[in-house]
């Protein structure tokens, strides 16, 4: 063994180069809290080793990436590298902020390592990139969403604002030019920066050594290995665990795929945007500028003029009162912001008052329609409440009508035998991909089955429907069950002056029971 | 470059403690690298069982593939066959050629079109009633079996039955 070494060591003098990376002497006093840079190093390798093996499976293009996603996050270790990738990012942005907690509290930007702060701060900014492209990835909901607001706030940015959307986005609309691109960014651009400026700011933190502790101690310099390497090791392992156990306990959110013609859903940062996302509430109409440029301009222009707006020798955070107090105010204030957006975010509704009748109602007829004479388990395509639709409305029109076309839009489908049942199952089948079916009592069903096939046509419920007739929201604090039965059945004979046809012959016994139950529960 | 000197171990830890310094430094050693590999070799694993993800072929599925009618006593005929198969996350829509043969009665069978040599797609050769491969000149007879020619293994038998009346189903 060792003459193989000695042989590797005359041939490459690798001794030479572990002595130069790991025998780095540190001032005495170097302690705990200067382990944050290899927490930051580990953290960063994860994200590269997993996003590296996330792209053996990930295909960036919308009628794919969504479901390239499904199938990575379907087995237990593609759980486990997304979470880490996913959970990992997050751990990033506050070991980041830590770090540079650190660094402000001990002065350590301070002359002569103004260019290694400054390499660190475009590392945060670069941090930043990595996590907004990335956010775009996997095409849900989230992520087309926060996208559109992303580009919009770009398209804000003074002169030339158009140019830079423009950048971002690729193409006319969010859509296959802004997923490549921001692959490409998020694969290939910013990783060889990001790998440029971590060599940098660690050839500039050896070539002056780390700052060390703010006094300083009596004593030797140390070697890096393994005094403080082991140091760095213990919270590096005790980020990992924690870091593993987010991936484990929480499988990252994968929402219904993107739907751009969706207005119905409320788009949502990452947390660490979430500061700047509330910021951007305080300064309305074209003040909007302000809060998204202005403010963060400024507070970036502070950070990178910090070594020489604070030019005194002292390095001891009680001499620096002023530095020291408004990084602490301008900390708060980013906190504050993070916890009022997190405070002010929408509540999402149970998933089960989210279903209107017609997509209950779509499901039924679904079921009576033979969808799941191939939508099955060993039918030639998946079953319908398995594997969410990433199709648009018209496909699904097209799709339902004639089943055996799969390329709606070629050819003209034959003229729709019931529309109704067709707008219900289109309806059914698209609120299936962006929730699963949450259930409902068999009577909700058959009623909402009823109503989507007779009522929807000339009566609102919950926002939906006909303006012919009344509206039947809340017609249970009006009238009574009995009432309701005759009416439907024979509305003359309640009322001689009744535009609405009679359903005696159109509805069963039961079905005329069970719509008329379910209207008098609408209180 | 100026980089600074570099003490050696024994330079930094002076006094009588010396060895209790080399203790313990020995210890800390032994900890950074086991974590270290510790570490590295749970994110290989993960890593590792999340790149071999195994591949789960797909079920076969029955296709229809004709009627019993258009079949010829002992003459295969080539059936081109589209088939929705699962790639992963993808659903492939491909299209696969089998031969049927029917003896007359109640025996049919169906063999796959492709090559045991390097998979090219054999034809049938009407005339001489055999298979035969255009890539390096296999030659296979009616059942499949190699006659002559490079390859190793008769063709590959596809699973076929006929359907109740007269429809043929093939397994793919």
Not at chain 1, 207 to 227: C, E, N
Not at chain 1, 259 to 281: A, C, M, N, V
Not at chain 2, 64 to 74: I, Q, V, Y
Not at chain 2, 119 to 134: E, L, M, N, S, Y
């Amino acid at each position: 063994m060792k003459r193989a070494f000695d042989w590797l060591q005359s041939r490459t003098g690798f001794r030479g180069a572990r002595h130069a990376l790991l025998d780095e002497p540190l001032p005495p006093g170097t302690g705990w809290f200067f382990t944050l840079g290899s927490v930051l190093l580990a953290l960063l390798a994860v994200q590269l080793l997993t996003g590296a093996f996330l792209t053996l499976y990930y295909a960036p293009t919308p009628d794919h990436a969504y479901d390239s996603v499904r199938f990575i996050i379907g087995t237990v270790p593609g759980r486990l590298v997304r979470g880490l990738h996913h959970y990992g990012a997050s751990f990033l942005v506050v070991a980041l902020v830590l770090h540079m907690v650190r660094v402000v509290a001990f002065g350590s930007y301070k002359a002569p390592r103004e260019a290694t702060w400054l390499s660190g701060l475009a590392l945060f900014g670069l941090v930043l990139a990595f996590s907004l492209t990335g956010y775009l990835l996997p095409w849900d909901q989230r992520a087309y969403w926060a996208t559109v607001v992303t580009i919009n706030i770009a398209r804000l940015t003074p002169l030339g604002g158009d140019v830079v959307a423009g950048l971002l986005q690729g193409g006319a609309a969010i859509g296959a030019l802004t997923l490549t691109r921001w692959y490409s960014f998020h694969v290939i651009f910013l990783p060889a920066g990001l790998v440029a400026l971590i060599v940098l700011h660690l050839v500039l933190m050896r070539r002056h050594g780390i700052s060390g502790p703010v006094r300083s101690h009596a004593g030797d310099a140390t070697a890096f290995y393994p005094w403080q390497a082991a140091r760095d090791t213990a919270v590096i392992a005790v980020v990992l665990v924690a870091l593993c156990v987010f991936a484990w306990n929480g499988p990252p959110p994968l929402e219904g795929p993107a739907d751009p013609s969706d207005s119905t859903y409320i788009p949502r940062p990452e947390w660490y945007f979430l500061g700047l996302f509330q910021l951007l509430k305080y300064f309305p109409g074209r003040w909007e500028v302000v809060g998204a440029m202005v403010v963060p301009g400024v507070v970036v222009a502070l950070l990178v003029l910090l070594p020489w707006l604070d030019r005194g020798p002292s390095r001891d955070p009680r001499r620096r009162p002023l530095v020291v107090g408004a990084f602490a105010v301008g900390f708060a204030a980013v906190v504050g912001l993070t916890a009022l957006g997190w405070r002010d975010r929408p509540q999402t509704a149970a998933a089960a008052q989210t279903w209107t009748l017609r997509e209950i109602g779509g499901r039924r007829m679904s079921q009576a329609s033979g969808c799941a004479k191939c939508h099955s388990p060993d039918g030639i395509a998946d079953p319908l409440e398995a594997a969410p639709s990433t199709r648009g409305p018209e496909w699904l029109a097209g799709h339902v009508v004639d089943p055996e076309m799969i390329a709606p839009g070629l050819r003209e489908p034959p003229a729709p035998a019931a529309e109704r049942e067709v707008a219900a199952i289109v309806a059914y089948v698209r609120k299936l991909s962006r929730q699963a079916y949450p259930g409902f009592a068999a009577e909700t069903e058959t009623a909402a089955t009823i109503y989507a096939r007779h009522c929807i046509g000339c009566h609102v419920i919950d926002g939906e429907g006909g303006k012919d007739g009344p509206e039947l929201s809340h017609i249970g604090a009006k009238r009574d069950l009995a009432y309701f039965t005759r009416l439907i059945a024979d509305p003359e004979a309640v009322n001689p002056d009744a535009e609405m046809p009679g359903f005696r012959s159109r509805l069963s016994d039961a079905d005329l029971k069970a719509i008329a139950a379910y209207l008098e529960s609408r209180k | 470059m100026d980089w600074p000197p570099f003490p050696c171990a024994a330079g930094m830890a002076p006094g009588s403690q010396k060895g209790f310094a080399m203790h313990r430094r020995r210890a800390l050693v032994l900890f950074v690298n086991s974590v270290v590999a510790l570490i590295g070799g749970g994110l290989s694993a993960i890593l590792g069982a999340f790149a071999l993800r195994p591949y789960k072929g797909a079920e076969g599925r029955w296709v229809r593939a004709g009627a019993l009618a258009d079949l010829t006593p002992h003459v295969p005929v080539a059936r081109v066959l589209a088939i929705s198969r699962q790639d992963g996350w993808y659903r492939e829509r491909a299209r696969e050629t089998v031969f049927l043969v029917w003896d007359g009665g109640k025996a049919l069978h169906a063999l796959s079109a492709t090559c045991t040599h390097l998979g090219c797609q054999v034809r049938w050769d009407v005339a001489a009633t055999r298979f035969r491969c255009p890539c390096h000149g296999g030659v296979f007879d009616a059942q499949g079996n190699v006659v002559s020619g490079p390859p190793p293994r008769p063709l590959a038998r596809v699973e076929a039955r006929v359907d109740g009346g007269e429809g043929v189903l093939v397994r793919l």
